[in-house]
């Protein structure tokens, strides 16, 4: 079987180049679909291993023992969700990583489209913040739910799934 990341990889990209061409069809805009499959398919490892990272040192659910008046030992252990690990993990999600991510989206779609440098990054500066309002509307939800219900190795999936509707909004920026 194909490791997870070369699925999530694969995945990812896949559900770029719907998004693309659901923004083609609905659209009248032209959206540069190889550079943004070509991102997907750089942008998703890293953002894999993060995740894998990230799930090591600030684990979501964590044991946690429970007195039990049951006569013998009294205490049972079962994993709880860590509340402190996933606000932690929810707040750098969604500044530190959100930033990193829109920005590098942003100057790195056009890089591979062969704009210029100073063009790059005069949209990165132009465009970052009202990108970032944007997904404040989906993103912090997706993370949370990632972050409390769904399977590290999945999540990349879950984000890459609801980020279809997300890729054709960004299908149709890219192409402005």
């Not at 659209?27 to 943004?36: E, F, K």
């Not at 489209?113 to 939800?141: H, N, R, S």
Request: hydrophobic share 45%.
């Amino acid at each position: 079987m194909a490791p997870h990341i070369l699925i999530a990889t694969l995945q990812s990209a896949f559900l770029s180049l719907c998004s693309s061409l659901v923004a083609t069809y609905f659209t009248a805009s032209n959206p540069p679909i190889l550079a943004l499959v070509t991102f997907s398919l750089l942008s998703t490892p890293p953002n894999y291993l993060w995740q894998q990272q990230v799930e090591k040192l600030l684990p979501g659910y964590t044991p946690q023992k429970i007195e039990v008046e049951d006569g013998g030992s009294g205490v049972t252990v079962e994993n709880r969700l860590n509340v402190t690990n996933t606000i932690m993990k929810f707040t750098f999600d969604q500044t530190v990583m959100a930033l990193i991510n829109v920005t590098l989206f942003i100057g790195g779609v056009r890089l591979l489209q062969g704009v210029p440098l100073d063009e790059c990054l005069q949209a990165v500066k132009e465009q970052t913040i009202p990108m970032m309002f944007a997904g404040y509307k989906l993103w912090p939800a997706v993370s949370l739910l990632n972050y409390t219900v769904i399977p590290v190795k999945r999540r990349t999936l879950v984000a890459s799934v609801v980020g279809l509707g997300w890729g054709v909004f960004l299908a149709i920026t890219a192409s402005r």
